[in-house]
């Protein structure tokens, strides 16, 4: 049996095309393990805290996040959707999560 022969026609395209999947592939790599990373700083921590008289959402995001960049309006949403909480209306006695960033 024959075995067939290639030749590179054009040297400059063709090291240009391999160029270019080399660079594909590193990216794609570099992009695989930056998402793992990425996943690791999102991972925040909670505080479960039972409220007390006169506590408002303001207050406990302000408490456990005294020099947070972000807006307490942001926080304050955080809590009530982990919280599964309706209205921001707190009752002594009830648990919630707070995030600590």
Known sequence: MKTRRYKVV????FFIFIFICIMV???AGYSFLASGKA???TARTY???????????WALAE????????SYQVIIHEIC??????NVDLHPGDEVFVPVY
Do not use: G, H, S, Y
Not at 10 to 13: A, S
Not at 81 to 86: K, Y
């Open 25 to 27: 592939i590193v990216l």
């Open 81 to 86: 959707e982990i919280n599964e909480l309706d």
């Open 63 to 70: 408490m456990f996040n005294p020099e947070v960049d972000m």
């Open 39 to 41: 996943e690791a700083k």
């Open 47 to 57: 505080e479960r805290v039972v409220v007390q008289e006169n506590d408002t959402l």
């Open 10 to 13: 054009r040297p400059v395209r």
